[in-house]
């Protein structure tokens, strides 16, 4: 199975900060890597595929970059509404489909 | 856009089975299923094979777990056999559209809890 480490676990950030978060690959993954945004009681909603496509209705203040094995969600400047937890996703292979262990975005 | 609606809460014995619906609104595409528990996070637990055209499970839940779809009333249905207390979760279905294995419609979660 293609393990997903995501760093920090969690962050604190000021409103109009930028804000990164890590994912990494235990294998190569090309660019087969999904974002998801988790706000708190709520399903996810996607927000990046293949590494930098940003879903329909996301806001541009999220991109994402990276291939291989090491990727970034960058939000470029934090709003309220941001607080969720932020997990990546490897499609490259399946079964199974893995996840990382979630980054918990937080205001300062 | 597509919706998509899944049934209520569920309580459970040690051992029992739980059937959870997911009612889509638009198209029925390639469905998959996701859990999510405090201890493992996200974890995929099978759904539509775009390779075959057949339904591909986790090593974990073979055996347990019955995947279906009902294209008339466009409902799908996650079946999960001999509950034990780690598979208290929040269950998803979602949709893969583009039939690559990113989701993106997701239910709005039933909870599951198996206690005695």
């Known amino acids: 199975d293609i393990q997903m480490t995501q760093s920090p676990s969690t962050l604190s950030a000021s409103i109009g900060d930028r804000v990164t978060i890590t994912c990494r690959a235990s294998q190569s993954l090309g660019l087969w890597l999904a974002w998801y945004q988790q706000r708190p009681g709520t399903a996810p909603n996607l927000l990046i595929y293949?590494?930098?496509t940003l879903e329909s209705g996301v806001p541009s203040r999220f991109s994402g970059s990276g291939s291989g094995t090491e990727f970034t969600l960058t939000i470029s400047s934090l709003q309220p509404d941001d607080v969720a937890t932020y997990y990546c996703?490897?499609?490259?292979?399946?079964?199974?489909?893995?996840f990382g262990g979630g980054t918990k975005v937080e205001i300062k | 856009q597509v919706q998509l609606v899944q049934s209520g809460a569920e309580v459970k014995e040690p051992g029992a089975s739980v059937k959870v619906s997911c009612k889509v609104f638009?198209?029925?595409?390639?469905m998959h299923w996701v859990r999510q528990t405090r201890d493992k996070g996200f974890e995929w637990m099978g759904g539509?094979?775009?390779?075959?055209?057949?339904?591909v499970y986790a090593e974990k839940f073979q055996g347990r777990v019955t995947m279906t779809d009902d294209r008339i009333t466009n409902t799908a249905y996650m079946d999960l056999s001999g509950l034990r207390s780690e598979d208290t979760a929040i269950y998803y279905c979602?949709?893969?559209?583009?039939?690559?294995?990113?989701?993106?419609?997701w239910g709005q979660g039933t909870l599951v809890t198996v206690s005695s």
């Open positions: 979602v949709t893969d559209p583009s039939t690559r294995g990113f989701f993106k419609q």
């Open positions: 539509f094979d775009h390779g075959d055209g057949e339904k």
């Open positions: 996703q490897q499609y490259l292979l399946y079964p199974p489909l893995t």
């Open positions: 638009g198209s029925m595409s390639s």
């Open positions: 293949q590494a930098s």
